[in-house]
């Protein structure tokens, strides 16, 4: 069939890969405008633009996707596969493509609807989750499900490791949909919208520890934040007062400090949280790269045990 690709990330690229190399013709691409990005400031085109533009493909890049209206109905495109475009799809172009637009979504909705349901997967303790294609409708991820992947989180996976992981299998599941849209032997089921939990985007607050809360519930917060935006905490010592961000870390069962205390143990760098303590492994201070921890605290206060309290 002929599509329309609508996508903007790295997350998206294998899904677009896969639909340029099947058997249905990739008409255009739809993706974010170019940004401005790095230390330069330089307006830097998307992950999905660049790989059109590498494969001969058209790209439209709109401020508002209402702008492209005209164009996508002169196209006809028989479906809109969607991949992590960024910009709500208004309820009157719903009827552009005769199948539909078909979102690919990462998560076994109808659980974790939203911006960020890879985040949420782990930040909450999920040891199950998966990637589902649905009809986008005027709801927010609350259109029929057309098929859906399932995938097992790995205890230590961060949310960049699992969104890997699942931008690649929803790939193949996203040109299966299509497939079988097109043989018209696929059947939508409605979403139980009463089993329903949200993921919304991920806040600065959201991100930062808190050492007061189990060791368990610390490390899922860690994970669920790297690489980005970047879990972070505060260095509270005498006339030090400032941020740094934390790399995930390893729970250490036998070893116990009070909250937010840092012990250097057997060269190992130690913070207490409310149950056990967690070793730091990398850390990146405010206005640097991601450094060794212990060469950090040796750089902060020298060898001494309890050097800082971490807020």
Do not use: C
Request: no cysteine; glycine share 8%; net charge negative.
């Amino acid at each position: 069939m002929k599509v329309v690709f609508a996508g903007t990330p790295e997350a998206a690229l294998p899904s677009l890969d896969n639909l340029i190399s099947s058997q249905h013709e990739v008409m255009a691409v739809i993706t974010q405008p170019p940004a401005k990005s790095g230390r330069g400031r330089e307006l830097r085109r998307s992950p999905v633009h660049e790989l059109a533009l590498s494969r001969g493909i058209d790209v439209l890049h709109p401020e508002s996707v209402r702008e492209i209206d005209s164009i996508l109905r002169a196209l006809q495109p028989n479906a809109i596969p969607v991949v992590a475009y960024g910009q709500l799809i208004p309820e009157t172009m719903l009827d552009i493509p005769e199948h539909g637009w078909i979102n690919l979504h990462f998560s076994l909705l109808p659980q974790w609807r939203g911006a960020a349901p890879v985040q949420h997967s782990i930040w909450h303790g999920d040891s199950i989750t998966g990637a589902t294609t649905f009809r986008i409708d005027k709801g927010m991820d609350t259109g029929p499900i057309l098929g859906h992947v399932t995938h097992t989180i790995d205890p230590r996976d961060t949310s960049g490791v699992l969104l890997a992981s699942l931008a690649d299998t929803g790939s193949h599941l996203l040109r299966q949909t299509l497939d079988a849209l097109e043989a018209g032997i696929i059947r939508p089921i409605p979403q139980q919208h009463d089993l329903a939990t949200f993921a919304p985007k991920i806040s600065k607050s959201d991100s930062r520890i808190d050492w007061a809360s189990p060791a368990l519930e610390i490390d899922r917060r860690i994970r669920a934040m790297t690489p980005t935006p970047g879990a972070w905490t505060r260095i509270v010592d005498g006339e030090i007062d400032t941020s740094m961000s934390i790399a995930p870390v390893l729970i250490n069962r036998e070893i116990l400090l009070d909250p937010g205390v840092i012990s250097l143990v057997d060269k190992r760098v130690m913070v207490g949280s409310a149950t056990y303590a967690l070793e730091l492994t990398q850390v990146k201070p405010a206005g640097k790269k991601f450094m060794d921890a212990t060469d950090w605290l040796r750089g902060l206060r020298g060898l001494s045990t309890e050097v800082v309290r971490l807020s």
